[in-house]
T-cell receptor, first 115, second 112 residues
Framework: DADVTQTPRNRITKTGKRIMLECSQTKGHDRMYWYRQDPGLGLQLIYYSFDVKDINKGEISDGYSVSRQAQAKFSLSLESAIPNQTALYFC??????????????FGPGTRLTVL | GENVEQHPSTLSVQEGDSAVIKCTYS??????FPWYKQELGKRPQLIID?????GEKKDQRIAVTLNKTAKHFSLHITETQPEDSAVYFCASQPPGRRALTFGSGTRLQVQP
């Protein structure tokens, strides 16, 4: 879905470095999410935002922070990256006015490797 | 918070056979249950969903059933094809301003 973009698509960094992953959407959705997917595992929610002034922790928020700069932009930061944060990161959006179904539209993912 | 368990973690079927994936949820107030398909190297995409006021929903070869009393829901794929091979995720969502909780995923392999 080209309406949800993530940058960078791939990133290799070193332990202790600060990393920012960015997500932008042109779908006009109010809700945005960051998920982490480890190899062979499911989707774990890191943070979610139901509107620009509403930020909520997910199940694995430790070591991460987020910023909702505008309705269309939601960034994820790793303040001091560690190797076990190596994973595939997905951004997603949804529309609160979507008849209550909250369908999630995922970005292409960012593959992050922490050495 | 909500907890979703998904079984089996892997499933291998012969082309043309049926496949069933089951999920249980913990929050009896949950009222929305989507299923997502993730092909290798791709992003997850919604394939079907059901709300708690409906017991079953079909879309061509796929169907989802919901048993609110037992707090479980299932994905049924009939006449499986190689292109059905993917990882499937169930999810549930309680009412109000709360996010989806995903299951751990099922890797389905359809053998030609």
């Amino acid at each position: 879905d080209a309406d949800v973009t993530q940058t960078p698509r791939n990133r290799i960094t070193k332990t202790g470095k600060r990393i920012m992953l960015e997500c932008s959407q042109t779908k006009g959705h109010d809700r945005m999410y960051w998920y982490r997917q480890d190899p062979g595992l499911g989707l774990q929610l890191i943070y979610y935002s139901f509107d620009v002034k509403d930020i909520n922790k997910g199940e694995i928020s430790d070591g991460y922070s987020v910023s909702r700069q505008a309705q269309a932009k939601f960034s994820l930061s790793l303040e001091s990256a560690i190797p076990n944060q190596t994973a595939l990161y997905f951004c997603a959006t949804s529309d609160s006015g979507d008849g209550g179904t909250d369908t999630q539209y995922f970005g292409p993912g960012t593959r992050l490797t922490v050495l | 918070g909500e907890n979703v368990e998904q079984h089996p973690s892997t499933l291998s079927v012969q082309e043309g056979d049926s496949a069933v994936i089951k999920c249980t949820y913990s929050d009896s107030a949950s009222n929305y249950f989507p299923w997502y398909k993730q092909e290798l190297g791709k992003r997850p995409q919604l394939i079907i969903d059901i709300r708690s006021n409906v017991g079953e929903k079909k879309d061509q070869r796929i169907a989802v059933t919901l048993n609110k009393t037992a707090k479980h829901f299932s994905l049924h794929i009939t006449e499986t094809q190689p292109e059905d091979s993917a990882v499937y995720f169930c999810a549930s969502q309680p009412p109000g301003r709360r996010a989806l909780t995903f299951g751990s995923g099922t890797r389905l392999q359809v053998q030609p």
